[in-house]
């Protein structure tokens, strides 16, 4: 996987996509591989808890029969945070004021995770 290829993804989505405050891609373990985020987020903390919200979501889905979990969304009063699985071996979060668009911002979503997908490919 080129890293710098996955950081230019990100920056391009961040940079291109209105309302779209921060990225980054994490290993389901909760380890940082690449990111975009805003100056005042730890990279490493924000990787480590989206990885522990993945896990708690899939548990989640399984206890209550949703089958795979596609998206976790968390809405608060200041916009949204969003995570996608890019495979197995990666996870993409978006975070997003609220005036975010939600079906707009739902394709750009999926539309990076392809992008992403086929690079680590």
Do not use: W
């Not at 921060?22 to 805003?38: E, I, N, R, Y």
């Not at 968390?74 to 969003?82: A, C, K, L, N, S």
């Not at 699985?85 to 739902?106: F, N, P, R, Y």
């Amino acid at each position: 996987m080129g890293v710098s290829t996955i950081s230019g993804i990100l920056q391009n989505f961040v940079s291109g996509t209105s309302d779209v405050q921060g990225a980054a891609l994490v290993s389901p373990d909760g380890l940082p591989l690449a990111s975009s985020l805003p100056g005042t987020m730890d990279e490493e903390r924000t990787s480590a808890m989206s990885a522990a919200m993945l896990s708690l979501g899939e548990r989640i889905g399984k206890e209550l029969a949703r089958g795979t979990v596609e998206k976790i969304m968390v809405e608060g009063t200041d916009g949204y945070g969003i995570l996608m699985g890019c495979g197995e071996d990666a996870v993409l979060l978006v975070l997003a004021s609220h005036a975010a668009k939600q079906g707009l911002l739902m394709l750009d979503v999926k539309r990076t995770v392809n992008e992403i997908k086929a690079a680590l490919n």
